[in-house]
């Protein structure tokens, strides 16, 4: 009886936690949208890149504080990542861990697809997710 007494809480202490236990929850209302450049617009390359952000605050990766988090922006997207997890790197999704609102990207000349999404200190989307619109530019 002693055994199964430590046992039992130590397997469960033991088993992985679901993504969704992991997300932070995001503030009623909060949206996350791209300033600039706007949908349509034409562009050269390299052009900047402006985020916005309302009804929570910036704080950069591996700080956990309630109703902040940074951005992340999804270039050329087909498909959302899975939004219970961390986000990972690549060309295709930039991250700014460092509490950055704005960047600047160098893409080749065509369409292409910008979208935010905000993540918490762990880089995962907030339950429910803050995501801006997708957005369609044309590089000249």
């Known amino acids: 009886m002693f055994?199964?007494?430590?046992?039992?809480?130590?397997?469960?202490?033991?088993?992985p936690l679901s993504p969704t236990a992991l997300a932070t929850d995001s503030s009623p209302g909060a949206t996350v949208y791209i300033i600039s450049p706007t949908a349509g617009e034409a562009l050269s390359s390299?052009?900047?890149?402006?985020f916005g952000l309302s009804?929570?605050?910036?704080?950069?990766?591996?700080?956990?504080?309630?109703?902040?988090?940074?951005?992340?922006?999804?270039i050329d997207t087909e498909e959302l990542?899975?939004?219970?997890?961390?986000l990972g790197s690549s060309e295709q999704l930039k991250h700014f861990g460092q509490g950055q609102?704005?960047?600047?990207?160098?893409?080749?000349?065509?369409?292409?697809?910008?979208?935010?999404?905000?993540?918490?200190?762990?880089?995962?989307?907030?339950?429910?997710?803050?995501?801006?619109?997708?957005?369609t530019i044309t590089i000249e």
Do not use: Y
């Not at 055994?3 to 088993?15: E, G, S, T, W």
């Not at 990542?81 to 961390?86: H, Q, R, S």
């Open 3 to 15: 055994a199964k007494i430590f046992i039992v809480p130590i397997i469960i202490c033991l088993l």
């Open 46 to 50: 390299p052009f900047k890149v402006r």
């Open 55 to 74: 009804g929570m605050g910036i704080a950069p990766a591996g700080i956990a504080v309630p109703g902040t988090g940074h951005h992340h922006l999804l």
């Open 81 to 86: 990542p899975d939004l219970t997890a961390p």
């Open 101 to 135: 609102t704005e960047a600047e990207l160098a893409l080749p000349a065509g369409e292409h697809t910008l979208q935010l999404i905000f993540g918490d200190h762990l880089h995962i989307p907030h339950a429910p997710p803050v995501m801006s619109e997708k957005i």
